[in-house]
């Protein structure tokens, strides 16, 4: 028959177990959160590489927007001075007067 006193010695040691069992899951999981998130200092690092590409990204988009404004106007100067060229040489011929 167990004594009083040995249940306290089990309790013991079943509380040390389950302190133990605990500190090791605690520190597995904070390896395993180490492991798989990233740390301030990784984090202020990837957010200024992911800004300086945004901003790179950002100023072709801008250049590409520009340069398709000018575009029409071009094409319209273009358009004038082939129409202007077709009146002057129809069928790739000068116009001839007749004198």
Avoid: Y
Wanted: glycine share 2%; aromatic share 6%.
């Amino acid at each position: 028959m167990l004594t009083k006193q040995d249940f306290n010695t089990i309790d013991s040691i079943v509380e040390d177990k389950i302190k133990t069992e605990n500190k090791i899951q605690t520190d597995e999981l904070r390896t395993e959160f180490n492991e798989k998130f990233v740390t301030k200092d990784e984090f202020e690092q990837l957010k200024d590489v992911v800004t300086t590409g945004f901003d790179e990204v950002m100023g072709e988009l801008k250049a590409i927007r520009e340069e398709l404004t000018l575009i029409p106007h071009r094409l319209s100067d273009h358009e004038d001075r082939i129409c202007n060229l077709e009146d002057i040489h129809p069928h790739n011929s000068h116009k001839t007067t007749s004198v």
